[in-house]
């Protein structure tokens, strides 16, 4: 990766992070932001992102109550995977 591919990948992340951090301050405020995870995840798997990057947009579905695995869910991720 050459140094303004570089540049375009960490502004294109960082979009990602700040959208996330856009998305759940408005959950604060009791804003609805469905459309808004339903992008980023989107992109992460449009870009085939990092399986971490896509399991901390999961861990913060689950925190904010979207979602809960069955406990029985043979491909639930475990904590600390990656």
Do not use: C, H
């Not at 540049?7 to 808004?36: C, F, Y």
């Amino acid at each position: 990766m050459n140094k303004k591919e570089l540049i375009a990948e960490v502004s294109r992340l960082s979009e990602i992070v700040v959208g996330s951090q856009i998305a759940e301050e408005a959950e604060k405020e009791g804003r609805i932001v469905a459309e808004d995870y339903i992008k980023e995840i989107a992109e992460l798997i449009f870009y085939e992102q990092p399986l971490k990057y896509q399991d901390r947009w999961l861990e913060v579905m689950m925190e904010l109550g979207y979602y809960t695995p069955e406990p029985e869910a043979p491909d639930a991720p475990s904590e600390g995977s990656e």
